[in-house]
């Protein structure tokens, strides 16, 4: 399995940034799509944004132009720099990571961090 531990998740004013961070251990980013999905209370879970095998890279039409999915790969890590942030943005946060091509249902993931909270109000 992948070990995921997200940060950087905080409150913040509408319009304002954040970068989450992803420490991911015991994988290698050619392997693997790596991705952020948020899930809101009563909502269903949802992909953001996600860096495919071919490191082509994919976003929900809702973040588009406002987030951005990268990786460092000597750092092991997975960043999601979000900017204009938008009160609809309020949602834990989750990095994930699938053995295969990018998938935009959270069931075909298989590895998951605990999440961080993003708050904007």
């Known amino acids: 399995d992948v070990q995921l531990v997200e940060s950087g998740g905080g409150s913040v004013q509408a319009g304002g940034s954040l970068r989450l961070s992803c420490a991911a251990s015991?994988?290698?980013?050619?392997?693997?799509?790596m991705g952020w999905f948020r899930q809101a209370p009563g909502k269903e879970r949802e992909g953001v944004a996600g860096?495919?095998?071919?490191?082509?890279?994919i976003y929900a039409d809702s973040v588009k132009g406002r987030f951005t999915i990268s990786q460092d790969n000597a750092k092991n890590t997975l960043y999601l720099q979000m900017n204009s942030l938008k009160p609809e943005d309020t949602s834990m946060y989750y990095c994930?990571?699938?053995?295969?091509?990018?998938?935009?249902?959270?069931?075909?993931?298989?590895?998951w961090g605990q999440g961080t909270q993003v708050t904007v109000s």
């Open positions: 994930a990571a699938r053995w295969s091509r990018c998938s935009s249902d959270w069931r075909d993931w298989d590895d």
């Open positions: 015991k994988y290698r980013y050619t392997s693997y799509c």
């Open positions: 860096i495919d095998t071919d490191g082509s890279t």
